[in-house]
């Protein structure tokens, strides 16, 4: 079983930036989609952006033109640069495959707030 280890997150004001990491056990990683999801409470876990082997990218429409998804796939890594944060970005980011194969790691906390 892959193992993930996010980190990253923190407290950040409210058009701040935050750059996610999460880097994968098994080099198994680099044939796989992998994506960032994010959870509150008060909602189910959304897939936010995706990534694909080879670099082609998808967002939901919340972040578009604010989030990058970008990997390195020699590190075994996939990234999640987020610009002009919003409180309503505030939630546990986790990494997984697109499909969620995979165990769900610990997830890093991003706050947003003033």
């Known amino acids: 079983q892959v193992q993930l280890v996010e980190s990253g997150g923190g407290l950040v004001q409210p058009g701040g930036s935050l750059t996610l990491s999460c880097a994968a056990s098994?080099?198994?990683?680099?044939?796989?989609?992998m994506a960032w999801y994010r959870q509150t409470p008060e909602k189910q876990r959304e897939l936010v952006a995706h990534?694909?082997?080879?670099?082609?990218?998808t967002y939901a429409d919340s972040v578009k033109g604010r989030f990058t998804i970008s990997r390195d796939n020699d590190k075994n890594t996939v990234y999640l640069q987020m610009n002009s944060l919003k409180p309503e970005d505030t939630a546990v980011y986790y990494c997984?495959?697109?499909?969620?194969?995979w165990g769900w790691g610990q997830g890093t906390q991003v706050t947003v707030s003033s």
């Open positions: 997984n495959t697109v499909a969620a194969n």
């Open positions: 098994a080099s198994i990683f680099r044939i796989y989609t």
């Open positions: 990534i694909s082997p080879v670099g082609g990218t």
